[in-house]
């Protein structure tokens, strides 16, 4: 991320000042922790500024954005891949990832595409059972030979 598209507050100085700045040219939180030589614990600690924190989040937020960009893009578009004949490279195509697609279909819409995960309700309905899953139970209405009985696993 170009560091200037995030204005740092002037109230910041010193040791945080110059990680959010590593922090906003890098987007990576370790090589950022280890140039101004702290620690990860040291980054939560409860000394930390309420500026420090809010300028941190907000950081992480951006990158969070572009990173969804990049993820909806490569999902959609694709990625450029090269196209070999012989050995040789003969051309480009686009390839988008369906799995990626999924992923963020479940993510975004998960009442409609994250059927059957945990922590959510599904039926099935056979004209001999019904069975009712809501995360790890399990409840079969199936009738046995003998007796309705319900199964709860």
Not at 19 to 40: A, I, P, R
């Amino acid at each position: 991320m170009d560091n200037t598209s995030i204005a740092l507050s002037s109230e910041l100085s010193g040791a945080e000042a110059e990680f959010l700045k590593l922090y906003c040219e890098s987007g990576d939180v370790n090589t950022s922790l280890k140039s101004v030589g702290w620690g990860k614990k040291s980054l939560y600690s409860q000394s930390r500024s309420p500026v420090f924190l809010a300028e941190f989040r907000r950081i992480k937020d951006q990158y969070m954005y572009l990173l969804e960009d990049e993820a909806f893009r490569r999902a959609y578009k694709g990625v450029k891949e090269a196209v070999y004949h012989g050995g040789k490279v003969v051309g480009y195509q686009r390839k988008p990832s369906d799995r990626l697609l999924m992923f963020l279909l479940k993510a975004h819409n998960p009442d409609k595409y994250d059927v059957g995960s945990k922590g959510k309700v599904g039926v099935k309905l056979t004209r001999q059972s019904m069975k009712l899953q809501a995360g790890p139970l399990s409840i079969d209405f199936s009738p046995n030979d003998k007796d309705d009985v319900i199964d709860v696993k």
